[in-house]
T-cell receptor
Framework: AQSVTQLGSHVSVSEGALVLLRCNYS??????LFWYVQYPNQGLQLLLK??????LVKGINGFEAEFKKSETSFHLTKPSAHMSDAAEYFC???????????FGTGTKLQVIP | DAGVTQSPTHLIKTRGQQVTLRCSPK?????VSWYQQALGQGPQFIFQ???????QRGNFPDRFSGHQFPNYSSELNVNALLLGDSALYLC?????????????FGPGTRLTVL
């Protein structure tokens, strides 16, 4: 079964600093990979997705992620953190065939003024 | 476009009771998936419904059951509630027709079991 591992359950950055949230995947076939964001007491919002069309994926709110097959990684980055980026971020992989999605354990991003 | 809607938003039950959660998919979507998100955890896949049938199931006991209606809306039923069933239950919808690989999530139903 496919899986993802998110390194770091909590990440703190200063406002304006680089955001880097780490995700490694395990898959025997080319995966579909996703990053979702969850604000307190809300559902999940899709930030971006990798579907093998391009290794560098740009998403909403200035986020992007790079698929690196050699490192089995799909890290999420943003050049400059905003206070509004404070939320929990989930990396996810889509199972083959149907559309079951397997999520990582999440990383809470804190942005310090 | 209303997006994915879920009801109720919050629910409090006691152990042993039964609960039904409801989900209306995004317009044009025909597939509904349910997830359980315990506090501090990532969502865990419960099951997926397509064409009114359960198509795929995660590692959840038979106490968890569901249904999909002809209009693609769905219900999640949980019988004999346990304290450990307290969680945020998320519904996600997607389309089997577009080939796009993304699910749209609703805001969730927060279930508390006392």
């Amino acid at each position: 079964a496919q899986s993802v591992t998110q390194l770091g359950s909590h990440v703190s950055v200063s406002e304006g600093a680089l955001v880097l949230l780490r995700c490694n995947y395990s898959s025997s076939v080319p995966p579909y990979l996703f990053w979702y964001v969850q604000y307190p007491n809300q559902g999940l919002q899709l930030l971006l997705k990798y579907t093998s069309a391009a290794t560098l994926v740009k998403g909403i709110n200035g986020f992007e992620a790079e698929f690196k097959k050699s490192e089995t990684s799909f890290h999420l980055t943003k050049p400059s953190a905003h206070m509004s980026d404070a939320a929990e971020y989930f990396c996810a992989v889509r199972d083959g065939g149907y559309q079951k999605v397997t999520f990582g354990t999440g990383t809470k991003l804190q942005v310090i003024p | 476009d209303a997006g994915v809607t879920q009801s109720p938003t919050h629910l409090i039950k006691t152990r042993g009771q039964q609960v039904t959660l409801r989900c209306s998919p995004k317009s044009g979507h025909d597939t509904v998936s349910w997830y359980q998100q315990a506090l501090g955890q990532g969502p865990q896949f419960i099951f997926q419904y397509y064409e009114e049938e359960e198509r795929q199931r995660g590692n959840f006991p038979d106490r968890f059951s569901g249904h999909q209606f002809p209009n693609y809306s769905s219900e999640l039923n949980v019988n004999a509630l346990l304290l450990g069933d307290s969680a945020l239950y998320l519904c996600a919808s997607s389309s089997s027709r577009t080939g796009r690989n993304e699910q749209f999530f609703g805001p969730g139903t927060r279930l508390t079991v006392l």
